[in-house]
C-alpha cells in the first residue's frame, strides 16, 4: 500500500489494475484477515505467487545496479535475466499450485509436479504423470496459455536486441586488448577509399602485422565497406564498432585506454569542411579526456582549426600540406611528386 502510495500520479484505477499490486492483495489480506478472524486459518493462500513480485524486484535491482555502476551495454543481460526468471517463475508456480490441487485426488509429491511441468513445457508430454481432476488440468491449460503468450514476446525481445548487437559491432574484448596490441580508427563516416588507404598504408610496415585495427564509425556499414571487410586478409585484423566517440559508452567499448594509438580522420570529400573540423576536434576532445595517455593522431582540413587540437601527439592539416608542397614545387620542380613517392606506399612488380 506505500508502494501505491508513493507511485500514485493521479490515476488510482491505473495502480490498482496492476498484476504486482494484484498479487500483493491475493497474498498478504488473507493473512491480515486470519489475524482477527481465528477460523479462517486454515484457509490456503498461494504464498508461491510471491516469485513474480520477486522477479519485479530482481529487475528493479539489476536495473538500479547498472545505473550506478553505468554498466555499458546491459540490454541484453537484462533480457537473458528475464526470461531465464519469467521460465523459473512459470514452473514454480505450476509446480506448487499442480501440487495443492491435486491433494484431492491422488498426491502428487513435489518431485513429481516438478517433472510434469518440466515434460510439459518442453513439449514432450510422456504421459507418466498427469493431473487426474479438473481444477488441476484447468491450471495446466492456463499456464501453458500464459507461457504461450509470455515467453515468445521474451523470445522476440532477445533475439532484436542480439541483433542491433550484431549490427552495432558488440565490444572488443577486454582480454584480446590486454593481451594483443590495436589502433582504433574514429571516422564519421566511412569510405571505402578512406578504408583502403589507411588499411595499405598502415599494414605496409613490418612491424604493425600482428596490431588489430578497431574502426569507430557512427554510421552503419554500406555494402562495400562490408564486402572488404569480410576480405580473409582484413577480416581477422579489423573489426567494425557502430558507435560515437563522443560517447564514453563507446569509446569503453572500444577499449579506448588499452590501445596503441588514435588516428581521426576526415574524408577528403567534405563538402562542409568547416564543420567536418568541427567534428574531428570534438573528437579529439572526447578521446583525450577518456584516454590522455593514448597516442592521438589527428587529421584536419583547414589550417585555421590546428590550435584546437594542439594538445594531439601529430596534427597534420592537408590544406597546409598541400600548399607547402606546391611552395616547393616552385623552388624545385617535382618535389611533389618525390615527396608523393616517399610517403605513399608503392610495391613494384
Known amino acids: 500500500m506505500l508502494l501505491i502510495y508513493l507511485s500514485y500520479k493521479g490515476?488510482?484505477?491505473?495502480?490498482?489494475?496492476?498484476?504486482?499490486f494484484i498479487l500483493e492483495m491475493i497474498n498478504t489480506v488473507p493473512f491480515i484477515i486470519t489475524i482477527f478472524w481465528p477460523p479462517l486459518r486454515n484457509l490456503f493462500i498461494p504464498v508461491f505467487l510471491n516469485c513474480w513480485l520477486a522477479k519485479c524486484v530482481l529487475e528493479n535491482m539489476i536495473n538500479d545496479l547498472h545505473r550506478a555502476i553505468q554498466r555499458t551495454q546491459s540490454a541484453m543481460f537484462n533480457q537473458v535475466i528475464i526470461l531465464i526468471c519469467t521460465l523459473l517463475c512459470l514452473v514454480f508456480t505450476g509446480m506448487c499450485g499442480i501440487q495443492h490441487l491435486e491433494r484431492a485426488g491422488e498426491n502428487l509429491s513435489l518431485f513429481k509436479s516438478f517433472y510434469f511441468c518440466i515434460v510439459t513445457f518442453s513439449t514432450v508430454g510422456y504421459g507418466d504423470v498427469t493431473p487426474k481432476i479438473w481444477p488441476s488440468q484447468l491450471l495446466v491449460v492456463i499456464m501453458i496459455c500464459v507461457?504461450?503468450?509470455?515467453?515468445?514476446?521474451?523470445?522476440?525481445?532477445?533475439?532484436?536486441?542480439?541483433?542491433?548487437?550484431?549490427?552495432?559491432?558488440?565490444n572488443y574484448s577486454r582480454h584480446r586488448a590486454q593481451t594483443e596490441k590495436h589502433v582504433v580508427l574514429c571516422v564519421s563516416s566511412l569510405k571505402i577509399d578512406l578504408l583502403m588507404d589507411f588499411l595499405n598504408e598502415f599494414y605496409a610496415h613490418p612491424r604493425l602485422q600482428d596490431y588489430y585495427v578497431?574502426?569507430?564509425?557512427?554510421?552503419?556499414?554500406?555494402?562495400?565497406?562490408?564486402?572488404?571487410?569480410?576480405?580473409?586478409?582484413?577480416?581477422q585484423r579489423v573489426i567494425y564498432l557502430q558507435g560515437s566517440a563522443l560517447k564514453d559508452q563507446d569509446l569503453m567499448r572500444a577499449k579506448m585506454d588499452d590501445a596503441e594509438a588514435?588516428?581521426?580522420?576526415?574524408?577528403?570529400?567534405?563538402?562542409?569542411?568547416?564543420?567536418?573540423?568541427?567534428q574531428t576536434i570534438l573528437r579529439a576532445w572526447a578521446v583525450k579526456d577518456f584516454a590522455p595517455n593514448c597516442p592521438l593522431y589527428v587529421q584536419i582540413l583547414k589550417p585555421e582549426n590546428k590550435f584546437h587540437v594542439k594538445f594531439a601527439d601529430h596534427v597534420v592539416c592537408e590544406e597546409e600540406f598541400k600548399y607547402a608542397m606546391l611552395a616547393l614545387n616552385c623552388v624545385c620542380p617535382a618535389t611533389s611528386t618525390l615527396i608523393t613517392l616517399l610517403v605513399h606506399t608503392s610495391r613494384g612488380q
Open 147 to 170: 507461457a504461450l503468450v509470455v515467453l515468445p514476446l521474451q523470445f522476440e525481445e532477445l533475439v532484436y536486441l542480439w541483433m542491433e548487437r550484431q549490427k552495432s559491432g558488440g
Open 11 to 20: 490515476n488510482i484505477w491505473e495502480q490498482i489494475i496492476r498484476i504486482s
Open 214 to 235: 578497431v574502426i569507430l564509425c557512427p554510421t552503419e556499414m554500406d555494402i562495400q565497406v562490408r564486402r572488404v571487410l569480410q576480405i580473409p586478409l582484413w577480416s
Open 262 to 278: 588514435c588516428f581521426i580522420l576526415s574524408s577528403r570529400n567534405e563538402v562542409d569542411r568547416t564543420a567536418a573540423d568541427h
